[in-house]
């Protein structure tokens, strides 16, 4: 049975909240085009400064064997190891500016709204989302063209989950470790920082 980590929550919080996490184990069954447009409609809907909607989205399914290749090389050999068991993987990237010439200085902020908002909408069909910043940065500019004016900003892949056993020992035991988080009053202020909000 595919591995739950539920968060273990200190205040309530929505079901795709608590239900979502970053497993390694993804089994290849493909995901359709629609779930998969589906996503990106949520992506899509995230909110942005000035509405720059500054996130760009590469994509490559395991069906179109030479792209996934293609894909795959750009990820760093740690991450290779899980990400490739993946059905789709991919990356984001975020565009500089705001209109032509005015440098947008959310735009990393922006992206990664949009990445939550797919990242959550994923959930409603099973399906995980795994980050990843190990990937070579130069090789997807070079494979991809990407302009100087966008960042790469991370990778990904995307899929159902599967086995934990599927992967090697390391990451087998790494996908049951406990997920944690800091206190919300470690990172919630008011009057001055670092004053708790309790
Ligand atoms: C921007 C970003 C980069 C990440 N890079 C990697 C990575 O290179 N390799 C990896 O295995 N996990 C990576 N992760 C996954 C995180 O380690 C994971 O989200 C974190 O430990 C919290 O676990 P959870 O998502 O299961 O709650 C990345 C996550 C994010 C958001």
Known sequence: MPIKKPAELNHKVNKLIENRWSPRAFDGKSIS????????????????????QPWRFIIALKENEDEYNKALSCFNDRNQRWVKNAPVIGFVCAYQFMGEDKKNRTYFYDTGMAMAQLTLQALEYNLY???AGGVLLDIVREKYLIPEDVDVV????????????????????????????NPIDEFVFTSQFNNKFE
């Open 129 to 131: 989302i795994h980050q």
């Open 154 to 181: 991370c990778g990904f892949g995307l899929g159902y989950q599967g086995e934990a056993d599927i992967l090697p020992d390391e990451l087998s035991e790494r996908e049951l470790q406990p997920r944690k988080r």
């Open 33 to 52: 085009k629609d779930v998969l447009k589906s996503l990106f409609e949520a992506a899509r809907w995230a909110p942005s400064c000035n509405n720059s």
